[in-house]
């Protein structure tokens, strides 16, 4: 161990997945390196022809225990840790037959994919990797003399080093994936501190608990100017593997960088869009807030009835549609209104050279998502903690018509698109539709009256008439007065989860009016 900047001679590599194996393989052999390795590797590399040594062989000890002890040595460790040009440990590397390894080529067993598929508990723990974050971990402690690769996605850049530096790598290439090989390390103990504090703490032996503690790591995908105002600094980190369909996958494809806001916003409206699947639809944000919902048999249609719910605020807001962005919706945005962003899950050619015209608008590609979104928490921070809940994908425990009047169908559907929209409005929330589009939104006020006396205003001053409309409110009415208040603008069915102590008197308030009311059993507080 006496060059401080050594070549690779020798590589231990040990997958659990094995793509671009044979490859890397291929060319590590051709710069004469050594192959060590274990298991199921070995035995395809040998499959493949080539000549590889059995980590037993190294260690002069078999694999025992189905595998679960085989590098846990002091002949793979030593080789790793061992620092190159330190006397002290090249004389303890001489006396006990420790040769160096200079590449470590390491994924884990698949402990996230295989809770994924929900496996049974001893099928989990099984898959638990002990050897090869041990690995890891010293090889990256061991940075300054050893190249720790845990991504396949890396195998490329590690041979073009070796390529360009004689068989040896450079400190800054080493320095950055010893961090990503203790960010997967960390992410992996995570993944497992997670699972089984859940399982230790559920009633029904799944990881359906909360555990004890709760830790969570993203990788940065942007640096971003600065935050929600410019004196603030800010970043945009994404889950390791997102979700399709997500702001955190999405492609943008034109404009400039995404703003701290425009990513919230984002998020918020894709989510909104998502619930509509039947007919093209489109929903038009600002400031997290739907200000314009609506379906129709074209995008054009739809986009054209969400911007009419309240023109003044879709100014400078973000767009999200079901369906692929056509050239005829493209042009009919930008020809009519300054946009920050525009999602959708695919863009035609035509769409995008129309959208181009306006090179800051940002256009974002989602790809497709699947039809029911999975079960999943989510979290948000406050000074010094961390909130986590299930996401709030359902959206009734029933539907029970509690007044003396039916809805009529069209009610009905309205009523169902109403309350679909009303999940995604900040609390209080009210919301007005006619024909299954918005014509006037309440969002986020402290007394539910007054967020349906302001959605009426929005309607007003849109040109839309509320006679006739449907009308969901989030939560229940406490009092008849917000009942009343959107009677007095036209509504006639309404639609809310109940539960209040004065349900009698809001049921009663809606017979005098002769409205249609239903209860859904379920509230959609958002803050």
């Known amino acids: 161990m006496k060059d401080p900047e050594p070549r690779i001679r020798r590589a231990l590599i040990s997958l659990s997945d094995k793509s671009g194996l044979e490859d890397l393989a291929h060319a590590l052999v051709e710069r004469n390196i050594e192959l060590i390795s274990t298991g199921g590797t070995a035995a395809k590399l040998k499959g493949a022809g080539f000549a590889v040594t059995d980590v037993a062989d190294v260690t002069g000890f078999p694999e025992i225990m189905d595998g679960r002890v085989k590098t846990l040595h002091p002949k793979v460790h030593g080789g790793l840790l061992g ?8 004389a303890a590397a001489d006396e006990h037959e420790i040769t160096p390894i200079d590449l470590l080529v390491v994924n884990l067993y698949p402990f996230e994919q295989t809770v ?8 989990c723990v099984e898959n638990i990797d002990i050897g090869g974050p041990a690995m890891i971990r010293a090889a990256a402690k061991n940075h300054a003399a050893v190249t720790v690769v845990v991504d396949n996605a890396d195998f490329a850049e590690l041979l073009q080093e070796l390529a360009a530096h004689g068989n040896r790598t450079t400190p800054a290439f080493r320095k950055r994936l010893a961090a990503k090989a203790y960010a997967r390390t960390a992410a992996y103990d995570a993944a497992i501190s997670n699972w089984l504090g859940a399982v230790a703490n559920s009633p029904d032996g799944h990881a359906t608990g909360y555990p004890p503690t709760y830790t969570t790591q993203y990788r940065k995908a942007i640096d971003m100017r600065y935050g929600e105002n410019p004196h603030q600094s800010g970043a945009f980190y994404v889950a390791s593997a997102p979700a399709p369909g997500t702001v955190s996958s999405a492609r943008q494809v034109l404009g400039k960088d995404l703003s701290y806001n425009n990513v919230a916003d984002s998020d918020a409206a894709l989510e909104c869009v998502k619930s509509f699947a039947e007919r093209p639809a489109c ?18 249609a739809a986009y054209d009835l969400a911007y009419r719910t309240d023109p003044e605020s879709a100014f400078g807001g973000i767009i999200a549609f079901n369906r692929e962005l056509d050239v005829k919706t493209a042009k009919a945005i930008v020809e009519r209104q300054f946009v920050e962003v525009i999602l959708a899950p695919s863009v035609s ?21 699947p039809p029911a979104a999975a079960p999943r ?13 299930d996401t709030d994908l359902a959206l009734y425990d029933r539907l029970e018509v509690v007044t003396k009047r039916q809805p009529t169908a069209a009610e009905m559907a309205d009523l ?18 006619k024909g299954r589009a918005t014509i006037g939104i309440g969002a986020g006020q402290m007394s539910r009256v007054n967020a349906s006396r302001i959605a009426a205003i929005k309607a007003e001053m849109a040109g839309l008439d509320i006679k006739g409309s449907a009308v969901a409110s989030d939560a229940f009415f406490p009092f008849p007065d917000g009942l009343l208040s959107a009677a007095e603008a036209g509504a006639t069915a309404v639609i809310q989860p109940g539960g209040s102590m004065r349900d009698a008197d809001v049921i009663a308030a809606a017979d005098e009016k002769g409205l249609a009311m239903v209860f859904t059993g379920m509230r959609h507080f958002r803050h």
């Open 83 to 90: 620092v190159r040009g330190n006397p002290v440990h090249a």
């Open 116 to 123: 994924a598929k929900d496996a049974g508990y001893d099928e």
């Open 283 to 300: 929903v038009i944000v600002k400031h997290a807030n739907p200000c314009g919902v609506a379906e129709a048999d074209t995008l054009e």
């Open 349 to 369: 050619d035509d769409a995008r050279a129309a959208v181009a015209v306006k090179k800051y608008v940002r256009l974002m590609e989602t790809g497709a998502w």
């Open 377 to 389: 928490r989510e979290m948000r921070t406050v000074a010094g903690g961390l909130l986590v809940q």
């Open 416 to 433: 169902l698109f109403a309350w679909k929209v009303a999940k995604f409005v900040k609390s209080n929330a009210i919301v007005y539709v």
